[in-house]
C-alpha cells in the first residue's frame, strides 16, 4: 500500500498517527475511500484494530503528564498556532473534504473550515478566561480548579468530519487532556491532515493520535480500555449504546451527541417567506445535518399557502456536483446510505404517504429533494431519523396539537419556530423538549451556549464552559482560615 495519496491535488496520508509518528496497521490492512462524487476509488486507508487502539492510548497515556502540566499560556498559544495551519490549508482542507464526503465545497470554504479554526480559537481563548469565585464557608474558602483528565476518545460521523472532530478535539486539548481520534470510514481524510497541522503548530507528540478504521473493528478496544478518561462521541443512537456499554467497563464518562428528528412549527402568524426559507435550508448537506428540522408542523390555515411557496422555491434548488459553486445540494455518502433514504421513502409511501416533491432516487449518489405529506405520527417516516433529504409535512389546529407532534418522538435534540408574536414564541419554547430551540432562525449559534441533546438525542452538553466540565477533573480545595 502507498502511505500517501493525492487527493484534488493534496498529498494525504493514509496511516494512523500514533505518538508523533506515521504507522501502517500491524495488520497490513487496509479499507477502501471512494468520493460518493462520482464513486472514484481514492485509495487505501490504514485499518485499525485492538493493536492501533492500544498503541495510541499508550502514546496518549505517555504524552498526559507533560501536556497536562503545561501552562494555559503555552497550550493556548499551541491552539493559535493550529488554528493559524488550518487558516493556511484552508483550500486543500475544503476541497479535500468536499472530494471525500461530498458536501458543498462553497460551504467548507466559507462556513466549515473557517469554524474549523474558529474551534481552536475559541477554545484556546475560552481556557484563558476560565475561573470561577471562590466559595466561603464559615471563613474558609473553596476554590474551583478544571484539572485535566487524561488520555480522550474522540469518536466522529462523515457528515461534517473536521468540523464535529475539532469541535471535539480543541476543547480535550485545551483542558490539557490528550487525545485519539477516530474519524468515521467513510470521510477519514481531513483527520490525516489535521494531525499534520498539529505537528507543524508544535503539539508535542502523542498529544494528538489519529486512528483509522471501521468502529466495528476498533471501536470497543478504544472505548472499553482501562486508561481513557473521557469518550465524546457524535454519531447514532445504536453505536452510542453500544459505546455506553463497553465504556460502562470502567464507569467511563460519556458525552453523546447523537441523532434527532427535530420539527419546524409554522404558526399562522409567521412571516411565510421566513419560515419557506427556514423550510428549503433543511435539504442543506443533502439532508445529512443532525439538528435538520424534518418535520414541518404547519397550522393549517396557511399549509396550503405554505406548501406552494416550498414547492416553488425547493424546485428551484440545482442538485449536482458539490465542487461547482452553483450547486446547492450535494450527493450522499454512500451507497448503502442512499439504498436506507429510499427504503424509507418506499414504505412510508407504501403506507400512504404522498410525495409533494421528489420520492424517488435519481442518477448516481444522489436523492430527489423529497417532501412527504399524509403521514401519521407514529409512523416511522415520521419517527425515524432518514438522514437525507426527505422531509415530512403534517399540520396542526391549535398550539397544544403543535407541541404534542413536536415533542412526540424519542428523540429531542433541536425544534425551530417560526411566529411573529413574540409572546407564543416564549410560551412554545418554554414547552419543547430540544436542546437547541430556534426561533425565526436556524443554525446560528454562539460556542460559548451549551450544544447537545435531550432525550435519546444525547447525553450531556458541550461548548463554552460545559466542554471544560466534561473534559477536566473539577476539584474543590477548600482551604481553612
Ligand atoms: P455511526 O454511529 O454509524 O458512526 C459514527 C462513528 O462511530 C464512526 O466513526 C464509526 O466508525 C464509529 N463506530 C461505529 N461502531 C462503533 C463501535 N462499536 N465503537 C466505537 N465506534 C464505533 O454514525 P454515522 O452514520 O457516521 O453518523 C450519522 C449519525 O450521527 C446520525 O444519527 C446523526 O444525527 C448523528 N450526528 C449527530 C450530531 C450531533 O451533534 N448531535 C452531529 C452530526 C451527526
Redesign the pocket.
Known amino acids: 500500500m502507498s502511505d500517501k495519496i493525492i487527493v484534488a491535488g493534496v498529498s494525504v496520508d493514509t496511516r494512523h498517527w500514533i505518538g508523533g509518528r506515521r504507522v501502517a496497521s500491524a495488520s497490513g490492512e487496509t479499507f477502501p475511500d471512494v468520493s460518493p462524487i462520482d464513486g472514484q476509488p481514492l485509495g487505501e486507508i490504514a485499518r485499525g484494530g485492538p493493536v492501533e487502539a492500544e498503541a495510541a492510548v499508550a502514546a496518549a497515556r505517555e504524552a498526559f503528564p507533560v501536556w497536562a502540566a503545561t501552562s494555559r499560556a503555552e497550550r493556548a498559544r499551541i491552539l493559535h498556532a493550529i488554528a493559524e495551519g488550518v487558516d493556511r490549508r484552508l483550500e486543500e482542507l475544503a476541497i479535500v473534504e468536499t472530494t471525500d464526503n461530498g458536501a458543498l465545497l462553497r460551504s467548507h470554504r466559507r462556513g466549515v473550515m473557517p469554524r474549523v479554526a474558529h474551534n481552536f480559537r475559541f477554545f484556546a481563548d475560552w481556557l484563558l478566561s476560565l475561573e470561577h469565585e471562590d466559595f466561603e464557608t464559615r471563613g474558609h474558602t473553596n476554590h474551583v480548579s478544571w484539572d485535566p483528565a487524561g488520555p480522550c476518545v474522540l ?6 468530519p473536521l468540523m ?1 472532530a475539532t469541535w471535539k478535539v480543541a476543547p480535550a486539548l485545551a483542558a490539557g487532556n490528550t487525545v485519539v481520534l ?4 467513510w470521510s477519514p481524510l481531513t483527520a490525516s491532515l489535521l494531525a499534520d497541522i498539529a505537528a507543524e503548530a508544535g503539539l508535542p507528540a502523542g498529544v494528538l493520535n489519529v486512528v483509522q478504521g ?3 473493528e476498533i ?2 478496544a ?2 472499553s480500555h482501562p486508561d481513557v478518561r473521557r469518550i465524546s ?5 445504536p ?1 452510542a449504546k ?2 455506553a456499554a ?1 465504556a460502562a467497563a470502567h464507569l467511563t464518562p460519556l458525552s453523546l ?4 428528528k427535530s420539527p419546524l412549527l409554522v404558526f399562522a402568524d409567521a412571516d411565510l417567506d421566513v419560515a419557506v426559507d427556514l423550510a428549503v435550508e433543511q435539504y442543506d448537506n443533502a439532508g445529512q445535518v ?1 439538528l435538520a428540522a424534518t418535520r414541518f408542523l404547519v397550522e393549517e390555515s396557511v399549509a396550503e399557502e405554505f406548501t406552494r411557496r416550498f414547492v416553488e422555491k425547493a424546485s428551484g434548488l440545482r442538485q449536482g456536483d458539490p465542487r461547482d459553486e452553483s450547486t446547492d445540494i450535494g450527493p450522499n455518502i454512500h451507497p448503502r446510505q442512499l439504498e436506507k433514504i429510499d427504503g424509507f421513502v418506499r414504505r412510508a409511501l407504501a403506507a400512504g404517504a404522498r410525495a409533494v416533491i421528489g420520492g424517488h432516487r435519481k442518477d448516481g449518489q444522489y436523492y430527489a429533494p423529497t417532501l412527504l405529506t399524509d403521514v401519521a405520527q407514529d409512523s416511522e417516516i415520521v419517527q425515524e ?1 432518514v ?1 437525507g433529504p426527505v422531509l415530512t409535512l403534517q399540520t396542526f389546529s391549535d398550539e397544544d396539537e403543535a407541541v404534542r407532534l413536536a415533542n412526540g418522538t424519542r428523540f429531542g ?1 433541536a425544534a425551530t419556530v417560526a411566529t411573529g408574536d413574540p409572546e407564543r414564541a416564549a410560551r412554545v419554547t418554554a414547552r419543547l423538549v430540544a436542546g437547541t430551540v430556534w426561533v425565526n432562525c436556524f443554525f446560528v449559534r454562539d460556542l460559548q451556549a451549551p450544544f447537545g ?1 435531550s432525550r435519546q ?2 447525553v450531556g452538553r458541550e461548548g463554552g464552559t460545559w466542554s471544560f466540565d466534561f473534559y477536566c477533573d473539577l476539584k474543590n480545595t477548600v482551604t481553612a482560615p
Open positions: 469518536i466522529t460521523p462523515w457528515n461534517a464535529l477516530k474519524p468515521a470510514e471501521y468502529g466495528a471501536g470497543d478504544l472505548t462521541f457524535t454519531g447514532s443512537v453505536t453500544r459505546i463497553s451527541e447523537l441523532g434527532g443532525c431519523e438522514f435534540l441533546g438525542s444525547g
